[in-house]
């Protein structure tokens, strides 16, 4: 049975603080999510919560500009901030002596970002963000699918129908005020659940999370995320998109309309995803892999989004001579089989989660992260130690029920690859 | 409760004592060496097989087949399939992973400590007797085929593999992938994958590392169970000699039409990893790309906004393995990005680094060891370095220590040593019609046009 331990509290201002003690190791991990992320942004500002992000680490009032990462990295540790459609995390790891440096950093820019705002650091970040997408997504191989279909997946006024990296045109059009208007709505300690994970006393580490957090003060009751959140469970149809691209070889990507993370509906799809393509002895890999040999690679995930619907997504890569929609058939077989799972798949995939949860949790950064989400998303840090339980729950006529349910035709998005030369159809 | 100060970065707490994990060893008779270190809070044990059959020792003309050998064992053993293979692991939930470098092949699991025993059996059948089944082999040779033809559509990877061919002379077996080239995996049958394995995969050139819930006892009993009857066999040597492909610096275009940025490799020869100025070497490029505040993402990104990360970094093999600058950049600014990169270059090489760089370099090199330090993989990824590159048991409690002595007169004397400015191979990937003609303006040496075919 598992038991990360930790020890839950709020300041006065809002701020929600997860205290883990892991001493094994002469190391601390901090851990800060804001609950906002790309469904936040509104409509000509796409890629705006990911551009902020870099913001954050251009210096703040007390903090010159680099000094943020100078800082850590001079104290030994590696730092960085990601953004995802629901968050924005930062994060830094570092040897334990030094909790005060990083509590100073996350606790300034927090609190005294604007005063060290500059046109001048806009329009670098700006740059730097630009040549983010071009290498992602512009530049690379089937870059952009996921902007492809999340587009697909969920209609224009849904918060998830735009991608975390934005559009060209919506990064040159943020401004100072932008900066401004976003730090103010959702850079508040009312808005942020704060974590350490590592080798610190529980008392001494909440004594200085207060001293460095206590005074900044709360915002402002944060805004409904814009747009409209609800979506029916089902797609209402099969939408496909073809597209040519210069790549050697065809891919194709089926996506499904999943109930939202947390939920009690959302575990089947994601032991689904495990099932279908997680190992060698997965469905996709032994039949379109190895025995088959339509296929060079599978992939399946159940991609963990909070907000009307989640996505579940299955794509494979064709080997030479194979073409798309040849790959797409084979890929509606082993999909319709799904329907009578064995059991024996079901708890394959189960082991092969249990073990990789059990593995993940040998980082504290990890740990951190894990108990900063299930306070930001479901307000139960306690999940990282109950959560397995709900994937172990599935049985494999939830799998089947779920398959018989989702996994149809008028739920489906699928977005073929193809190379620029032509040979499409068989 | 005090008020904070925020105007000054607060002074570190006294530092806590860190350690290295312990090593324990033994050897059973046929030489095999079993390796253990106690470590971690949670009940798993990670067991990795390292064996001294890497890519450097792929014969004439059979370049990737240390590759395929490896993928292949899983595919097959006297008894069981690839698909009962997979089975018997996976319902485990143990994952098998296998992966090969120029100096050796691993095999690796991570199993909860109470099903150790029946995945090592396992794992154990399948190193010692695979079957190779032919159907097996040809599949993953395909697969390693189509990856090669990947690798040329995208842009980081043809970039690397495109260095690697100018850097190194063509009989250096660094010049080509280390999967292979279509010419030569075409040729790789089902014998030459069995032949490789029974030269080369011998139990006296092959080490266990057991990591995590597991004490040397335990490790001991195992590998005697499971590999003790293991017969010895001749453990083969590879050697050659690293010669450079190119004589004065020299700008490649590798043309990609439509490329929206140019993918930048800055490579010379390096050197091999039991080098004396290693740590040196560590710390100098620290300060010049290998880190966020290095002075060439400084440059690149934080100054110039060409690009989201620019980076550095010798790689340390048993030989001189390449040492390479890489960046992907803006097409529109790609000559005055390989123009500032190459004045960086210079600018430490001539000037060297200031004695408050050189301390951050080595305070960052000796604070992230404990935390690259924290899973069982991790810990036994460095073990396996001890083994691969045969370093002293200690090494990773002397790390720190080591670091400490580098001064900035070391910096200045290993940047003049190493860092080369007139025999560079200047790998660019990107839109050549666009490119081309800044290249050649910059004037540091002749530009070549090369097509992928």
Known sequence: MLRIPFERYRLDNGLRVILSREPRAPVVAVNLWYGVGSRDERPGRTGFAHLFEHMM???????????????IEKAGGSLNGSTWLDRTNYFETLPAHYLDLALWLESDRMGWLLPAMTQAKLDNQRDVVKNERRWRVDNQPYGDWDERLQAMMYPPEHPYHHSVIGSMEDLDAASLEDVEQFFRTYYAPNNAVLTLCGDFEIAHALERVRYWFGEIPPGPPVPPIPGVTEVPPFLGEHVRAVVEQDISLPRVYIGFRIPPYGTPGYYPAAVTAHVLAWGKASLLYRRLVRELRVAQDVAAYAFPF????????????????????????????????????????????????????????????????LLSMFTMLFDDPDRINTELDRVRAVTPQAVREFAEARIIEENRATLQYVPRDGRRGS | ???????????????????????????????????????????????????????????????????????????????????????????????????????????????????????????AEVVRSPAFPEREVARLRDEQLAHILQRRK????????MAARFIFAPEVPYARPLIGTTASVETLTRDD???????????????????????????????????????????????????????????????????????????????????????????????????????????????????????????????????????????????????????????????????????AARDYLAGILPLELQTTEQIAARIADIVVFDLPDTYFQDYRARLATVTADDVLRVARTHLRSDRLAIVVVGDAEQITEPLRTLGVGPVEVHRVE
């Open chain 1, 57 to 71: 680490f251009q210096g703040s009032a007390h903090v010159p500009e680099t000094a943020h990462f100078a800082l």
């Open chain 1, 306 to 369: 909070v907000v009307g619907a989640a996505m579940l997504v299955i794509w494979a890569t064709a080997r030479p001579g194979v073409t798309a929609d040849a790959l797409e058939a084979a890929l509606d077989r082993e999909l319709a089989g799904l329907r009578d799972v064995d059991a024996a798949d079901v708890e394959r995939a189960i082991h092969l989660i249990e073990v990789r949860h059990l593995s993940d949790l040998q980082r504290v950064d990890e740990r951190a992260d």
């Open chain 2, 1 to 123: 409760m005090s008020v904070p100060d925020r105007t000054q970065p607060p002074e570190p707490g006294p530092i806590r004592p860190f350690a290295f994990p312990r090593l324990e060893r033994r050897q059973l008779a046929n030489g095999f060496n079993v390796i253990a270190a106690r470590a971690g809070d949670l009940p798993l044990v990670t067991a990795l097989l390292v064996v001294d059959a890497g890519a450097a020792a792929d014969p004439a003309g059979k370049a990737g087949l240390a590759n395929l050998t490896a993928l292949a064992l899983e595919t097959g053993t006297r008894t069981r399939s690839a698909g009962e293979i997979a089975w018997a692991f996976e319902r485990l939930g143990v994952e098998f992973e296998v992966e090969t470098t120029w100096d050796a092949s691993s095999f690796e699991i991570t199993v909860p400590a109470g099903r150790l025993e029946p995945a090592l059996e396992l794992f």
């Open chain 2, 154 to 161: 995208e842009p980081r990877a043809l970039a690397s593999d």
């Open chain 2, 193 to 359: 994958v069995e032949a490789f394995y029974r030269a080369r995969y011998v139990p006296n050139a092959s080490s266990l590392i057991l990591v995590g819930a597991v004490d040397i006892d335990e490790a001991e009993r195992l590998a005697r169970l499971y590999f003790g009857d293991w017969p010895r066999g001749v453990a083969p040597r590879t050697d050659f000699d690293v010669v450079r492909a190119v004589h004065e610096t020299t700008i490649f275009v590798v043309d990609r039409p439509g490329s929206v940025q140019s993918e930048i490799r800055i490579g010379d020869v390096g050197v091999e990893r039991h080098h004396p100025d290693y740590f040196p070497l560590l710390v100098m490029n620290t300060i010049l790309g290998g880190a966020f505040t290095s002075r060439l993402n400084l440059s690149l990104r934080e100054r110039h906004g060409f690009t989201y990360g620019a980076r550095s970094g010798f790689a340390f093999r048993r030989k001189p393995g390449p040492f390479i600058v890489q960046v992907a950049v803006a097409t529109d600014v790609t000559a005055r990005a390989v123009e500032e990169a190459l004045k960086e270059i210079r600018l430490l090489r001539d000037m060297g680094a200031t004695e408050e760089e050189t301390a």
